[in-house]
């Protein structure tokens, strides 16, 4: 049985690939003078932006179900990505709404005109992005190998590399702190 933990890792990655298809579409209209592929681009946006709206809203249930249950989760890196993910909900929802109202203002037989084009396709730009980066604040939460701290194997092997001691070899491959030694007990 699905619960909102498992709908929300399902849809999250849409509106990361629907935003960045999107531009795509919407370049090739506008490289290709396509009223038609421009349009296509807008209902693409549409798409997008309705299926963000589950997508933001089973962000909660998500939470509810790993906060307090899993050793191997991050939970300092929820509330940034819930922080995040509601600003990119809302620039998401605000180009789905223009996106819906170019495809009542410019139907048949109007075109689409270019200018209104390329502000979509900064707009998309910035929401690509935006949602980009709510999406790896979200990998943080379970993922250890994008955040920024160390893994844990890599710490161990950088705590003994770093302890303080400088060990440095000379040209045979012994170590200097190693022939000090030996020295020290031939004298013994």
Not at 119 to 144: S, W
Request: proline fraction near 4%.
């Amino acid at each position: 049985m699905m619960n909102g933990a498992h709908l929300h890792l399902i849809l999250n990655h849409i509106p990361i690939i629907g935003s960045l298809f999107s531009i795509f579409i919407l370049i090739i209209g506008i490289i290709k003078k396509s009223d038609d592929v421009k349009k296509v681009c807008m209902l693409v946006i549409i798409f997008t932006a309705l299926l963000t709206i589950p997508v933001y809203l089973s962000g909660e249930k998500a939470q509810e179900k790993i906060e307090g249950n899993y050793d191997d989760v991050a939970e300092d890196m929820i509330e940034p990505h819930e922080d995040f993910a509601l600003y990119s909900f809302i620039a998401m929802d605000i180009v789905g709404a223009m996106a819906l109202i170019s495809m009542f203002l410019f139907r048949k037989p109007k075109l689409l005109p270019n200018s209104f084009a390329f502000l979509m396709l900064a707009l998309l730009i910035i929401v690509n992005g935006m949602m980009a980066y709510t999406g790896n604040l979200g990998g943080r939460i379970h993922h250890p190998e994008i955040r920024e701290d160390k893994l844990p194997w890599e710490s161990s092997i950088n705590n003994n590399n770093n302890s303080g001691e400088s060990v440095t070899k000379d040209k045979s491959g012994k170590n200097e702190d190693d022939e000090s030694s030996e020295n020290e007990s031939d004298n013994d």
